[in-house]
C-alpha cells in the first residue's frame, strides 16, 4: 500500500495486516493552494491472497478498506466515495477499467480523488 499527495508519497508499506491510521498534513507541500491530487495503491496482491470456492465464488480476499477520511476536521468519507475513482485491471485477469470507489481497494490499482484547497471552497 502507497499513499500519495500529488508527487509526494507519504506512506509505504509492503504488507498491511491491521488497521492503520495516518495524518498527513497538506502544508508540507511547498504550494498548498490550488489543486491536488490523493492516490491510494493497492501494489503487490497475489492470487493466493483470494480463496475461491469449487463454483468460482469468492469466499476469502485481503483488501484495503479507506474509511475516516478528513480534511480540516471535516468527515469527507462520503465526498471520497461519491468523487473518487478507482482503476483497475482486475490484477491481470481483465482489461484496464475505471470505477467508481466504494471505499475498498481488491485488486491492485490506484484510487484518485481530485480536489483543491482550500478544501472548504469546494463547490
Not at 495524518?23 to 511547498?30: A, G, L, V
Not at 480476499?61 to 473518487?84: E, H, K
Request: hydrophobic share 30%; with cysteine.
Amino acid at each position: 500500500m502507497e499513499i500519495w499527495l500529488d508527487q509526494h508519497k507519504f506512506f509505504d508499506q509492503d504488507h498491511v495486516d491491521r488497521a492503520v491510521q495516518i495524518e498527513h498534513e497538506i502544508s508540507e507541500i511547498s504550494d498548498d493552494k490550488g489543486d491536488h491530487e490523493l492516490r491510494f495503491v493497492l501494489k503487490n496482491k497475489q492470487s493466493d491472497h483470494t480463496q475461491v470456492d469449487a463454483d468460482g465464488n469468492i469466499v476469502g480476499d485481503a483488501t484495503i478498506s479507506v474509511r475516516d477520511i478528513q480534511f480540516d476536521g471535516i468527515d469527507c468519507d462520503y465526498l471520497v466515495t461519491t468523487v473518487a475513482e478507482y482503476q483497475h485491471d482486475f490484477n491481470g485477469t481483465g482489461e484496464s477499467t475505471t470505477q467508481k470507489f466504494y471505499g475498498e481497494l481488491g485488486c491492485n490499482g490506484t484510487v484518485s480523488l481530485k480536489f483543491s484547497c482550500p478544501f472548504y471552497t469546494l463547490s
